[in-house]
Structures are given as structure tokens and as C-alpha cells.
């Protein structure tokens, strides 16, 4: 790999450890409600293909699995992260443990 191209990717690797961006992501449907997947990218500094396989971990799909805390919904041609019901109980307990 060329030098540059290794910058490219380090520039674009967030330092957070992966419970920490899943704690932010969660964090932030809490507060803000559905957000658009780019949305979530731009605040959390995170490339596309990282926020995918966070979704991944995070909804809901017959072949991957998943903890059932987001669902993807498709408005007006963007892909928008929404909480399950497990989420919105799991961003309960996250409130009522930071209290």
C-alpha cells in the first residue's frame, strides 16, 4: 500500500473503540430521534462501510443476526436509522443509569 493511500485510511479510521461508536450511534437516536444514515456518518466521523456493519451489529437481519435495537427505513430515496422497541427500552435504561 502506497503511503498515501495509508493516510487516506488512517484519516478515515476513528480512534473510538467499537462499544464506544455504538454507545454514540444509540446516544444519539435517543436524543434526536430517526436520523439518515449519512447524517449518523458526518457526527459520529465514521466512513459508509464502518456505519454498515455498525447497523449490522445493531438491527436486525435473517441472515447476520443482530441485537434488534435499529431498524433502516427507506423516506424519500435516504436510508434513516430508527429505533425497535428494544432500543427505545434499552435507551430508557441508559437514561435511567445515567441519573
Excluded: F
Excluded at 476513528?14 to 455504538?22: F, K, R, T
Excluded at 459520529?44 to 441472515?63: A, F, H, I, K, V
Amino acid at each position: 500500500m502506497s503511503p498515501d493511500r495509508k493516510a487516506e485510511n488512517d484519516r478515515n479510521t476513528p480512534d473510538a473503540a467499537p462499544e464506544d461508536l455504538i454507545i454514540a450511534l444509540l446516544r444519539m437516536l435517543c436524543t434526536e430521534g430517526p436520523v439518515s444514515v449519512a447524517r449518523a456518518c458526518k457526527s459520529l466521523g465514521l466512513p459508509r462501510t464502518q456505519m454498515e456493519r455498525l447497523l449490522l451489529l445493531l438491527g436486525c437481519s435473517e441472515q447476520w443476526g443482530g441485537l434488534h435495537y435499529v431498524r433502516p427505513e427507506e423516506q424519500r430515496g435516504r436510508t434513516i436509522i430508527t429505533l425497535t422497541s428494544e432500543g427505545r427500552a434499552l435507551c430508557a435504561q441508559m437514561q435511567a443509569a445515567t441519573e
